[in-house]
């Protein structure tokens, strides 16, 4: 995949985490897999946010993030979407490095390739993506595709 197109999944990626109700970490991921010809097709999407009908409260009263079973990660919910024959070999854009949970989810997914931006400040909490084809984008580089893309918008005409 070419740089420029990873970059655009990536910002894909933060657009998803912009509607998470997390106050504190919010998280999006785009699944994507190649298409025959080289193109690409997007499987699925998601944000960390609690299960449909909860109160979507994803921290407690000293602003730290509730358990994994109350939060569903971004991750998760992008691979919940999906139908598992379609994940094999496929590709997440995650905003920040995978948690050990998700990364359980991702291996038994049998997700191929991890683009991700960003890293959680505890070690302790990442998964172990060993084994996996896993690529850094670093934020300067999402930063300025949006702000070409802000360009871009501001200059044109839409009718
Ligand atoms: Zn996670």
């Given amino acids: 995949m070419k740089y420029k197109q990873a970059v655009a999944f990536m910002v894909q990626a933060f657009v998803q985490a912009n509607l998470s109700h997390a106050k504190r970490r ?3 991921a785009i ?3 190649e298409v025959l010809d080289g193109r690409h097709e997007l499987l699925g999407n998601g944000y960390n946010g609690t299960k449909p009908g909860a109160c979507n409260k994803c ?3 000293e602003g730290v993030t509730l358990d994994y079973d109350t939060v569903i990660h971004a991750e ?3 691979l919940d979407k999906v ?7 496929s590709t997440l854009f995650v905003t920040r490095f995978p948690c050990s949970p998700c990364t359980g989810l991702l291996r038994k997914a049998k997700v ?3 683009y991700y931006c960003e890293t959680s400040q505890d070690p302790l909490k ?4 060993t084994g996996l084809n896993v690529v850094c984008i670093p934020k300067k580089d999402v930063l ?3 702000s070409l893309t802000t360009y871009n918008l501001t200059k044109e005409k839409f009718t």
């Avoid at 990442?126 to 993506?129: K, N």
Wanted: proline share 0%; no cysteine.
């Fill in 59 to 61: 921290e407690d009263e």
């Fill in 26 to 28: 919010k998280t999006g």
């Fill in 83 to 89: 139908d598992e024959n379609l994940l094999v070999g």
């Fill in 144 to 146: 300025e595709y949006i």
């Fill in 31 to 33: 699944l994507i897999r």
């Fill in 126 to 129: 990442l998964g172990d993506l």
């Fill in 112 to 114: 191929k390739n991890v």
């Fill in 76 to 78: 998760r919910n992008a």
